[in-house]
């Protein structure tokens, strides 16, 4: 086995693409999320995924309970050495951004930056305290709309935005651990959440929106997870990567 990753979200969609690769890869996989652990989609991902693989329901909100997860994941299948935080939530509505509303905003950057930061922070811990020797990795999986504003869903791109700092202050913080930290920005990627919008985004994808000229897939995440998580990018600690089919490249 090559070590114990914890992927948020990972029960579906980004998540379980990037959950597949790295148990493909040998590594011991544990899944957490708001989810019921009965559920029909958390019993398919684990069928996928095979024995080596737990999943451990955790609301990211409720930041207390972040050094229970690690110490259930810890007790079943060891220290955690790649984390990917994956979890988020889009925004509840999409509309004039002049009528966001505060409910809608806080919801949002309570899960996709709240939330995120203190499990990060935990794990973080954790990852620094480790003696093993073994290279240990986070992965933020945030968007390309970290930094392409789409002003109908402003609370989700600012989200975003604030996890690509995230991301740079831990990599900085962490580097003299020999830690690496990565910022993964996924662009226009075929899953059940964006099941809603397929028939819009295939056209324009159709019509020149993505340079590669096709949707992305939760594997297309996953096959850059694996490198990362072997520290075959440890010297790149700190950098952003799109996975976006070349879509937040600017064009004339």
């Known amino acids: ?54 999943y451990y329901r955790h609301d990211l909100t409720e930041i207390d309970g972040a050094a229970t997860l690690l110490d259930a994941v810890e007790a079943d299948l060891g220290p955690v050495t790649t984390y990917v935080s994956n979890a988020g939530v889009p925004a509840k509505v999409r509309g004039d951004l002049l009528a966001l509303q505060p409910d809608s905003f806080d919801f949002v950057l309570g899960v996709n930056l709240r939330g995120a930061f203190f499990l990060a922070q935990e794990v973080a811990r954790r990852m620094e305290a480790a003696e093993d020797g073994a290279y240990r990795s986070i992965s933020f999986v945030t968007s390309v709309s970290a930094a392409m504003a789409s002003p109908e869903r402003g609370e989700y791109c600012i989200s975003k935005a604030g996890a690509a700092m995230m991301a740079q202050l831990f990599a900085l913080r962490l580097a003299p651990a020999g830690i690496g930290v990565f910022e993964l920005r996924p662009g226009i990627i075929e899953t059940d959440m964006t099941a809603g919008v397929k028939d819009k985004y295939t056209a324009r994808i159709e019509g020149g929106l993505v340079p590669a000229a096709r949707w992305g897939q939760p594997g297309d995440i996953g096959s850059i997870v694996v490198p990362i998580a072997r520290g075959e990018m440890a010297f790149a600690t700190g950098a952003a990567i799109p996975v976006d089919g070349g879509l937040s490249i600017p064009r004339l």
Do not use: F, K, N, W
């Open 1 to 54: 086995m090559s070590g114990t990753a914890l992927i948020t979200g990972g029960q579906r969609g980004i998540g379980l693409g990037i959950a597949e690769a790295l148990a493909a890869a040998g590594y011991r996989v544990a899944l957490a999320s708001r989810s019921a652990p009965d559920s029909a989609e958390v019993g398919a991902a684990l069928a996928r995924l095979g024995p080596d693989a737990r």
